[in-house]
Nanobody, 130 residues
């Protein structure tokens, strides 16, 4: 089993920056993909960024490319999301997710689709004011 805990959220003004962290514990060796998702009240969950933990290949949603960076620290099993030039529309609860391939019957196809992941954190709130 994998346990994920997010931190680093907060309130900032437009143009500001935040760094989100996701600490993973448990069977972390079985994790091959991790990602950040977000969901604002009344809206659907959307994928923000994903990383293939073995090769560090990254994928970004168009609406954050160039502003957000996903990274990992394998020594501490921590996933990060560096967010720059934040906009009011970035306001949402941000969730960390992990995929353990052994629990799926097919390879990863859509890195920014939440259905591709089986472990989730509780989320950290990001609020951006104009």
């Amino acid at each position: 089993q994998v346990h994920l805990v997010e931190s680093g959220g907060g309130s900032v003004q437009a143009g500001g920056s935040l760094r989100l962290s996701c600490a993973a514990s448990g069977d972390t060796d079985s994790i091959k993909y991790m990602a950040w998702f977000r969901q604002d009240s009344g809206k659907e969950r959307e994928g923000v960024a994903a990383i293939f933990t073995v090769a560090t290949t990254t994928v970004y949603a168009d609406f954050v490319r160039g502003r957000f960076t996903i990274s990992q620290d394998k020594a501490t099993n921590t996933l990060y999301l560096h967010m720059n030039n934040l906009k009011p529309e970035d306001t949402a609860m941000y969730y960390c997710a992990a995929r353990r391939p052994a629990l799926f019957t097919r390879p990863l196809e859509r890195p920014l689709d939440g259905r591709e992941y089986n472990d989730w954190g509780q989320g950290t709130q990001v609020t951006v004011s104009s």
